[in-house]
């Protein structure tokens, strides 16, 4: 069965700072896979999705950057976080080809202070 | 662009008793597909039901049903004898075929449930 994994759980960074959040999935291969945020008490707002290694879309202009330097890896980066980055960070898969269904990861808690 | 809406912010709902927690869409896309997650305290997106638009008959899971209504472009989510722990949030979301079946979601709705 397919899992998703998302790490640090939980990071409190200063502003200015830079930033590195992690999402891997297993088994399965060369699944869509997407970026989200989600500010306290709202919705998911989509941020990268990519279709492939290298192979990314940004749907919003802010201030993060992500990369898929392998085909269930998943990389979400800043080199200098502001305060409105804080959120709720969610990576989600999708088998490519098949239903739309997302499957999301447990999610990192991103405090900028 | 397509939106998703959900006018109830929140509800409660006595232990066992069913509740309907509301999900329009504003799309002309003909092909698309419709989504209901939970969210629990600890924040995870957990997929509950799907339908999609070509579907003939409401989506049913468990203790989870769809109720599809493609002319009022509606899909609202019902679950049955209320327990304790579907205390959660609960999101719509849609994924439409113009735009690369990338899901849009709702606002949420917050839901209760009393002992």
């Known amino acids: 069965s397919q899992t998703i994994h998302q790490w640090p759980a939980t990071l409190v960074q200063p502003v200015g700072s830079p930033l590195s959040l992690e999402c891997t999935v297993e088994?399965?291969?060369?699944?869509?896979l997407y970026w989200y945020r989600q500010a306290a008490g709202r919705g998911l707002q989509l941020l990268f999705y990519?279709?492939?290694?290298?192979?990314i879309s940004s749907e919003v202009p802010q201030n993060l950057s992500a990369s898929r330097p392998q085909d269930r890896q998943f990389i979400l980066s800043s080199k200098k976080l502001l305060l409105s980055d804080s959120g709720f960070y969610l990576c989600?898969?999708?088998?490519?080809?098949?239903?739309?269904?997302?499957?999301f990861g447990p999610g990192t808690r991103l405090l900028v202070l | 662009a397509q939106k998703i809406t959900q006018t109830q912010p929140g509800m409660f709902v006595q232990e066992k008793e069913a509740v309907t927690l509301d999900c329009t869409y504003d799309?002309?896309?003909?092909?698309?597909?419709l989504f209901w997650y939970k969210q629990p305290s600890s924040g995870e997106m957990i997929f509950l039901i799907y339908?999609?638009?070509?579907?003939?008959q409401n989506a049913t899971e468990g203790r989870y049903s769809l109720n599809f209504q493609k002319a009022r472009k509606s899909a609202n989510l019902v679950i049955s004898a209320s327990q304790l722990g579907d205390s959660a949030m609960y999101f719509c979301?849609?994924?439409?075929?113009?735009?690369?079946?990338?899901?849009?979601f709702g606002g949420g709705t917050r839901v209760l449930v009393k002992p």
């Open positions: 989600a898969w999708r088998q490519t080809g098949g239903r739309e269904t997302q499957y």
């Open positions: 088994g399965t291969s060369n699944p869509n």
């Open positions: 990519s279709v492939g290694i290298g192979q």
């Open positions: 799309t002309s896309d003909p092909s698309y597909g």
């Open positions: 339908q999609g638009s070509y579907d003939q």
């Open positions: 979301a849609a994924g439409f075929k113009a735009a690369g079946n990338k899901l849009t």
